[in-house]
């Protein structure tokens, strides 16, 4: 059995943070109608911005995978 990499990990442990980020008692937090952000809803603003953060967060842990020597 092998380990698994370290971008395997990260992936993992990004995806657990996206199963937070996205879980509803904290969407409610952002879920204000009377306020807006030029605007926009906050929710909006939240939602989007987290989803292109974690994008960008696999994005960054899988290139470093891929630049990495594969091992036999």
């Known amino acids: 059995m092998s380990t698994p990499?370290?971008?395997a990990e990260q992936a993992f442990a990004i995806t657990l943070m996206g199963g937070?980020?996205?879980n509803r008692p904290l969407i409610d937090v952002f879920d204000v109608a009377?306020?807006?952000i030029s605007g926009?809803?906050?929710i909006f603003v939240y939602m989007f911005?987290?989803?292109g953060l974690f994008v960008v967060l696999l994005a960054?842990?899988?290139r470093r995978r891929s630049k990495r020597p594969q091992q036999r």
């Open 49 to 51: 911005g987290v989803w």
């Open 20 to 22: 937070i980020a996205f």
């Open 40 to 42: 926009t809803p906050p």
């Open 5 to 7: 990499s370290r971008s």
């Open 34 to 36: 009377s306020e807006q």
């Open 60 to 62: 960054f842990a899988m």
